[in-house]
Structure formats: structure tokens, C-alpha cells
């Protein structure tokens, strides 16, 4: 904006930033376009700006200067390669639906048009936004919208803005703003002009560059976070002379006294929750006691902090500096409501999977932020006296501030590069180190201490390998377009090589595991699918399982009631490893209210076997086929009541008692009416049976993301289902038609021919009773967004049923290959009971019942080595049709079902019969 300024003398155009120009034609890359630094969508606006810069100066100076009329050609050729390729849906900088068409509109006057693939959807975004956005513009109080007038042109008034220009002369302090109000106002503004042309002088004497910078001056901004940077990286009040700190105290009180208690990036700029929270911390952290009530009143909002007043969508980022802030003040009762509002906040934003931030292209940074600001919650709440604190900072919600925190700690761990570098980047290797350090004591459990720390040293080496490079910032903020911040990434790289671990009280230092969790690290290290992986990363699984187990474990009767006949929790203390292993393993990106939800439906696939087979075979064992009526009338009249997911465990105080009854997931008298010849076995003993098994229906079909998902996804799930609890029915009356245990192979052992074949049983009852397929359709609908390409067309669909199958077949000849000897004890049938498999005792020369036995098993093996061919065929049609995305969610369902395959095969961890 600022090249294509110019002022009419007479009949001659004056070029007011010579120097700007002369940058923007240094840097056009030789492909035409102009660095898009850290995107794609930042190459586009950086070079359709470039190209309106060149074509304007061609049309007004330089008409017949051949070199532009290349350069231009050169761009244009480069952004029409860019925008066919635009992903839209990827873009995620603030306002570009409304810049990048302003843009466009200003070159067509040019004679310059662009035809490519979003263009019809970017436009129809575009006037939405316009639309919506206006009248904010002429509002008297100060808005956001100030510091991007650029997009604005040619579509509004900008006399009706000229009093929110500050004293100094700039729209907000935005360099391009306040070219663009200066060029379309009715009268020229010399106070805006000074403004542009004193940070033109200040960026050639410092830079020695004709560039200008995204915010002048940027002096609070500066101040606040560089102290508080260099403070959380252990440096204190004698690294600085008097005089300087001082100097620098003295500035943050009084542009915060003259803003009544909040501040901008500068003094006199639209205040925002980061700059004043950062602000009050260095003051805190210097012995002051500033007022936070300014603060509280004009940005807290009903579930989190804002950033600025009028934002949309809260930031992780501003929440964590804002908990930080509070928590620095020392007078955590005064503001418990408020802390916990944030922590509240920041922990759901982490478990859904929404960490990262508008601000900052790093997942690292918001990481970064939650680890400071939740381990010093931590450190802080051990020392507090007040029975309202502890109160609302329960148990429930510190384990799950764990929960994160293990997850943070894991992943940054886990992402480290071989050169000690985390992505390559100096600034962002700075924030690894830092959301380290207060967790190496806090997370680490007591074996192989100095692996972890390893880790930590290595970062600091690489950053001083580059140490001569850390004044030069990387493109990893984000505002218009990313941008680098090089006082702010030199203050990182200082902290980061200064800062040590944190030290703790005894009594949070450590995550010891029990026994029980050590032997399980070491069957699961034998496991095929963990065979060779690195110790650190089962390690992290079992820990960041320990601190999820317990959440678990408080949905464990929201269904069904606990069966007294049964041992039937030793699988629950798999379940949280299958899934969190999984997704480690393949450093996989799902949410973790997803993978909790999963969790959730794993516990109940255990337990609606353990249900079946304690509880409803003895009870309907003279009348199956009632049985199966119940289940379909239960279907045909399912309660529309709507249930929440078990995910809201994860909500800290919202847990409670009422999470196990009717309240939730429907209750007796929702159930439909039945055909006369059952209501026996609805009525008295047998009066709770619809009751469970309805509340079991409501929570899978009325899960709210199941509800959001198309109607087509929705039947399926309700007949995959259906047909889980049926063939339970039928694997009952299969079960029963076996003979009681007997030493004689004919005897006890067998079906008859006519009954099924065992291909036909298979993929059938044999799969269905796996809830494979009703598990597989309900992460469908979990994972489901409206974007995933091509998931509901016939042949997609038909793939995915088919994967479905297979996989499910896999899972029947894997858990029956474990389960042999306890099915013959309990009666239960296996697949080896069809007479396919009878053919061995032949092969056997003394017909040895362990002999024969094993060869059926090493069949079924073979066999299942078969369905999983067929699925591979299958995932590779898949992967052709679908989202890699998609791909990748599909492909951890795959894994914990083949990890639990392997789970059955070395050991058997399905409820057993106590009294059998």
C-alpha cells in the first residue's frame, strides 16, 4: 500500500516512499512472486500486493519502463499458479476473505484478472464479511478493524474514520492502514503523512531497508514481553542495571495509568488482554501489586478471556498470559473464579484439539504457554490455605491439568529433530525448551531420568550451535501475513539456553507408576506392533495412560451395572494404552475428546459382552427369541432424549453422581411397549434389562457428533448396532447347542453341517459380535466433518463397509485364537467349533486333544493373515478416494484393532465367569 502512494502535483505524480518501491522490486523472487515466508496463502497476498505495487507505479511513473512490464508479467504468471492450486479451506489468516478480493478488485482496474477454482466461493465469503464487517468501521469506539483499512477500499468512506486516527497520525499503529485511509480521504492528512514518513526514517537508519513493518511503534509490546520472556528463563533483576530496569518499569506504570489499567501494543493503541497481561506481570515479577480489575472487567467473557474486546474466537495463547498474569499477582482467592476460568478453558481447547493459535504458526508456542502457566496453577495451589480454592480446584480437575500437561510434555519430547532442533527453528526450538523445563520434574517418572534430560541439553546445544543467528527472527507470527519479531526471538533464544529444570516439592515431583502399569510396559513392549519402538515412547503412553485411567474408570457404570458374576475390569486398564499407544506410535492428529470417546465405546463393547453372557443368557436362557424381540423393539422405538458424551468427564467440576442414572442417557420408560409373550421378561426380575440396553442405544445413536453426522452415516451406525446386540442373541443360541464339557473331542466339540459354514458365520455373527463394525461406523461419525471428500459416494462407502468387514473378521479369528480354552470351560462358542475344523484329529496319529488344538489355531491364524491382505487391498482403494487426513484417523482405528488382535492372542483379557 505504501508503494503505490503518491501525491498530485499539477499534471505529475510524486512518489512519496521511493525507498519502498525500491525494496519491493529487490525482493521479487526470480519465479515472480514475492516469499511467502511460512504459506501459501502469505505468497498470495505478498505477491498480489507486489503486482498492484508494480502495475500502479507503471500506470502513474514509469509508463514505458520495459523491466516492470517483465516484472509484472513474471507475477502474474506466478500468482495464476498459486491461486489454481489454493486450498481456501486451508487459509487460516485473520481477514484475507476480505483483503485478497480487494486486491484482485484494484489490479482488474489495471487491466490484470484472475479466473481460478475458489474465486466464486472467495467472493461470496468476501461479501459476507463486508456486509458484517461495516459498521464496525464507523464506530466511534475503537475496533480492530482500524489496523487493516487496506481491505477496505473501493468499498467504503474513509472520512468516516478520521477520528479514530491517533494523535501521532496512524490508523492503530499500521503503517498500510494509514496509507490507505491517507490515499482515500476527501483532504489530504499531513499528521498521517508525517506519521508514514517518520517510520520510513526510523526503518533505513535501523534496517538500512526501504521496507515498512506490519506495527509502529510496537514500545509496550517490546518491553512487557522481552522482560517477561527473559524473567520465565530464570534471569532476574540483577541481570539489568538499575537505571534500565527502572527506566523500564517506570514505562509499563505509566502508559498502564494512563490507559485506567490497560495497554495496547503501544501507549494510547486499542488496548488487548496480552499486552496488558503481560505488562502486569513484569510488574508483579519486579514486587509491584498492580490492579487486575481493569483487566477482568473489559476482556473476561462467559468462558474465557479475549484478546480484544469484540473478538470472535478466543485465544489459547491470551488465555495462558492471562492465567499466568493472575496467578504472578499472589492473591489467587481474589481471582480463583477467573483462574479457573482460564485453566478451564485452555484444557478443554487441548483435549478437543483446538491448541492452535491465531497469533503464532507453531503448535509449539500455545504448548509452550499451557505448560508455564498450568505447572505454575500447580505449584501455586499447593501452598494455598482457602477451602473456596481447593473446593473448585478439585481432584477431578487437577488430574486432568495432568492429563494435558503429560500430553504436552510427551509430544514435545517425541518431535524433537536428530539435530536437537525442533522444526528446524531457532525461536521455535527456544519454546521446546521452555515447556520443558517445568515439566522434567514435574512428569518425569522415576526410571531413565537422564533420557529426558538429554533431550533438554541437546535443544540448548543447537541453539548454541546458532547463536550468531538469533537476532534474526523466523516468520512465525501472524497478523496480516506471518511476520518475525527479532528482539522477541532473541529474548527466546536467551532464555532457553539460560533457563534450568524447575525443582518441586517431593510431593508433585514424580508420576510413579504402579507395579501393575510397569508389567504392563513390558507386555506391551513384546507385542509385534511395538516391537523395536523406542522405550521413551511406551514410556509416555503408560504415563499419559495412568493419569487418563481414573477418568475411565468414573464412566465404568454410566451403562451398565457391575456384574457380580464376573472379573470384569482387568480390560479397563487396557484400553486407555491401546488407544493413546496407537496414536503416539503413527504421531497422529485426532482430538482428545474423540479418543476419550473411544475409549468410552471400548468399555462398553467389553461390557456388553460380559452383560450378555453373566447376565441376560441366564435370565433369557429358556427364551432367546424374546431376547431378540426386546433389542429390535428397543430399535424400533428408540428414545429421541439426547445425551452428553463422555467426554464432559474431562469437564473438572461437571462430574458428578447423576452421570450414572437415567438423567443422562434415557431411562426405563422410555423403552416401547413389546409383543404379550415377552413382557415377562420386562416386568419384575427381568424389568431392568430394556432399561440398560436402552440406555446403551441412546448413548452411541444420540452422541451429539453423531447427531451432527448426515442421516446416511446415522442408519448405518443404528443397523450396525442393532446387529452387534442380535448376534450376541444368536451367539447365545449357538453356545447353547454345545454340549457340556467332555473328554471326547466328537462330543463336546462340533457343529453340525447344515447349521453354517464358517466363511458364512464369519463374516456374520462371527464379526458382528466383535463390535468391530458398529465401533468402526461410530468413529466415523466421531471423525465425520462435511469437508471429507468423496466419504459418502456408493463406492467410498462400499470400500469402507467392506474394510469394515475385514477387519472385523481379523478381530473374530484373533480373539477366538486366545480364547480356546476358556470358551470350552465356559461353553461359549469358537470358531473352531465348525465342523471345517474337525479334520484334524485325523492329523493327529494318538488323536492328543493339545495337538489338535493347536493346528485349528494356527489355521484360524493363517486365515486371519488373509483378511488382513484384503484389508490392505482395501485402505489402498481408500487412501486413492479420500482425505490423508481422514486417511490417518482411519488408519489408528485400524491399528488399536490390530493391537488388541495381538492383545487376545498373547493374552486373554476378556470379563471371565467367577463362578464358572
Not at 519486579?286 to 477482568?296: D, Q, T
Not at 499447593?382 to 486432568?400: A, D, P, Q, Y
Not at 448396532?721 to 454340549?739: E, G, N, R, Y
Not at 462435511?786 to 468387514?805: F, G
Request: net charge negative.
Amino acid at each position: 500500500m505504501l508503494t503505490v502512494g503518491h501525491k498530485k502535483k499539477t499534471q505529475q505524480h510524486e512518489h512519496l516512499f521511493p525507498k519502498a518501491f525500491d525494496f519491493i522490486k529487490a525482493t521479487q523472487l526470480s519465479d515472480g512472486s514475492w516469499s511467502g515466508n511460512s504459506s501459501e496463502l502469505d505468497g498470495i497476498i505478498n505477491t498480489l500486493a507486489g503486482l498492484l505495487a508494480l502495475q500502479v507505479h507503471q500506470h502513474t511513473l514509469d509508463h514505458g519502463d520495459s523491466d516492470l512490464k517483465s516484472s509484472c508479467a513474471k507475477a502474474e504468471a506466478s500468482l495464476n499458479h498459486m491461486l489454481q492450486n489454493w486450498d481456501i479451506k486451508g487459509s487460516d489468516r485473520v481477514g484475507f476473505e476480505v483483503l485478497i478480493p480487494n486486491l484482485l478488485l484494484s489490479l482488474e482496474k489495471h487491466g490484470v484478472q484472475f479466473e481460478f477454482p475458489a474465486r466464486k466461493e472467495l467472493l461470496l465469503l468476501s461479501s459476507k464479511k463486508i456486509q458484517k464487517l461495516k459498521p464496525g468501521l464507523a464506530s466511534h469506539r475503537p475496533n480492530t478493524l482500524i489496523h487493516s483499512l487496506e481491505a477496505f477500499t473501493g468499498n467504503f468512506d474513509f472520512d468516516l474514520v478520521k477520528h479514530h486516527r491517533s494523535p501521532e497520525g496512524s490508523m492503530l499503529g499500521s503503517p498500510s492502514s494509514t496509507a490507505a485511509y491517507l490515499m482515500h480521504t476527501s483532504s489530504w492528512d499531513s499528521q498521517a503523512e508525517q506519521y508514514l514518513v517518520g517510520v520510513e526514517k526510523y526503518y533505513l537508519s535501523e534496517k538500512g531497508s526501504g521496507g515498512f513493518p506490519s506495527a509502529f511503534p510496537t514500545s509496550v509490546f517490546e518491553i512487557a514481553w522481552v522482560l517477561s520472556i527473559l524473567f520465565e528463563g530464570n534471569f532476574n533483576e540483577r541481570t539489568f542495571t538499575t537505571h534500565d530496569l527502572r527506566y523500564l518499569k517506570s514505562a509499563l506504570q505509566a502508559t498502564l495509568q494512563n490507559g485506567s489499567g490497560l495497554t495496547g501494543f503501544a501507549s494510547n493503541f486499542l488496548p488487548d488482554a496480552d499486552d496488558t497481561a503481560k505488562a502486569n506481570t513484569v510488574l508483579s515479577l519486579l514486587g509491584e501489586s498492580p490492579s487486575l480489575e481493569a483487566m477482568i472487567n473489559e476482556f473476561e467473557k462467559p468462558s474465557s478471556f479475549a484478546t480484544y474486546h469484540g473478538e470472535r474466537n478466543p485465544s489459547v495463547s491470551t488465555n495462558c498470559n492471562v492465567l499466568a498474569c493472575l496467578l504472578r499477582s499472589g492473591d489467587i482467592a481474589k481471582h480463583v473464579l477467573s483462574i479457573e476460568k482460564c485453566t478451564q478453558f485452555i484444557t478443554s481447547m487441548w483435549i478437543s484439539g483446538q491448541i492452535r493459535d491465531k497469533w503464532n504458526t507453531s503448535e509449539h508456542y500455545p504448548m509452550m504457554l499451557a505448560a508455564q502457566s498450568l505447572s505454575l496453577l500447580l505449584t501455586k495451589l499447593k501452598h494455598v490455605e482457602s477451602t473456596e480454592v481447593k473446593g473448585i480446584f478439585s481432584t477431578s480437575l487437577k488430574r486432568r491439568i495432568l492429563v494435558v500437561l503429560q500430553q504436552i510434555y510427551q509430544g514435545t519430547i517425541d518431535s524433537q529433530q536428530p539435530n536437537g532442533s525442533w522444526d528446524d527453528k531457532r525461536e521455535v526450538t527456544a519454546y521446546a525448551i521452555l515447556t520443558l523445563a517445568p515439566l522434567l520434574n514435574l512428569i518425569k517418572p522415576d526410571e531413565s531420568p537422564n533420557l529426558d534430560l538429554a533431550v533438554f541439553q541437546s535443544g540448548k546445544q543447537f541453539l548454541l550451535s546458532c547463536k550468531d543467528k538469533w537476532s534474526q527472527g523466523e516468520y512465525l507470527w501472524i497478523e496480516k501475513t506471518s511476520y518475525s519479531l527479532s528482539n522477541v526471538a532473541q529474548a527466546y533464544c536467551l532464555a532457553a539456553c539460560n533457563i534450568k529444570a524447575t525443582e518441586y516439592s517431593e510431593t508433585i515431583t514424580t508420576v510413579r507408576l504402579p507395579k501393575s502399569m510397569t508389567k504392563l510396559k513390558c507386555f506391551f513392549e513384546k507385542l509385534p506392533m511395538f516391537s523395536g519402538q523406542h522405550d521413551e515412547m511406551m514410556r509416555g503412553s503408560l504415563i499419559e495412560s495412568f493419569r487418563i485411567y481414573p477418568l475411565l474408570e468414573r464412566c465404568h457404570d454410566i451403562v451398565f451395572p457391575p456384574l457380580s458374576k464376573a472379573s470384569d475390569t482387568e480390560y479397563l486398564r487396557y484400553i486407555p494404552i491401546t488407544w493413546i499407544s496407537c496414536k503416539n506410535l503413527g504421531s497422529r492428529n485426532i482430538e482428545d475428546d474423540i479418543l476419550f470417546d473411544m475409549m468410552v465405546v471400548s468399555m462398553l463393547d467389553y461390557q456388553v459382552d460380559g452383560y450378555m453372557e453373566f447376565v441376560l443368557q441366564e435370565k433369557f436362557q429358556d427364551n432367546l427369541d424374546a431376547l431378540g424381540l426386546v433389542i429390535r423393539d428397543l430399535f424400533n422405538g428408540t428414545s429421541r432424549k439426547k445425551s452428553r458424551p463422555a467426554t464432559q468427564l474431562f469437564q473438572g467440576n461437571n462430574v458428578s453422581s447423576h452421570l450414572h442414572r437415567d438423567d443422562i442417557l434415557g431411562t426405563a420408560s422410555n423403552s416401547p411397549p413389546v409383543e404379550a409373550d415377552c413382557r415377562s421378561y420386562l416386568n419384575g426380575t427381568f424389568g431392568d434389562v430394556s432399561a440398560v440396553l436402552n440406555k446403551l442405544i441412546i448413548y452411541v445413536l444420540q452422541h451429539p457428533k453423531v447427531l451432527a453426522c448426515p442421516l446416511s452415516l446415522q442408519n448405518w451406525l443404528k443397523i450396525e448396532l442393532k446387529a452387534f446386540l442380535l448376534s450376541h442373541v444368536q451367539q447365545m443360541k449357538d453356545s447353547a447347542k454345545l454340549p457340556s464339557e467332555s473328554s471326547s473331542i466328537d462330543e463336546s466339540w462340533g457343529m453340525k453341517q447344515d447349521d453354517a459354514t464358517f466363511f458364512g458365520w464369519t463374516h456374520s455373527t462371527g464379526g458382528e459380535t466383535t463390535s468391530c463394525l458398529f465401533s468402526f461406523v461410530f468413529f466415523l461419525c466421531l471423525t465425520y466433518i462435511p469437508e471429507s471428500r468423496n466419504l459418502l459416494c456408493v463406492q467410498t462407502r462400499y470400500l469402507l463397509e467392506d474394510a469394515a468387514h475385514h477387519l472385523a473378521a481379523m478381530c473374530r479369528h484373533q480373539n477366538d485364537f486366545g480364547s480356546v480354552s476358556r470358551d470350552r470351560k465356559e461353553r461359549n462358542f469358537n470358531s473352531i467349533n465348525f465342523a471345517e475344523f474337525r479334520g484334524f484329529r485325523e492329523e493327529s496319529e494318538q488323536g492328543n486333544w493339545h495337538c489338535i488344538e493347536e493346528s485349528q489355531k494356527r489355521v484360524l491364524m493363517n486365515i486371519a493373515g488373509y483378511e488382513r491382505q484384503c484389508l490392505g487391498a482395501t485402505l489402498s482403494e481408500l487412501e486413492a478416494r479420500t482425505d490423508k487426513s481422514f486417511m490417518d484417523k482411519l488408519r489408528l482405528f485400524v491399528d488399536v484393532t490390530e493391537l488388541y488382535g495381538q492383545i487376545y492372542i498373547a493374552r486373554d483379557i476378556s470379563p471371565r465367569n467367577n463362578q464358572g
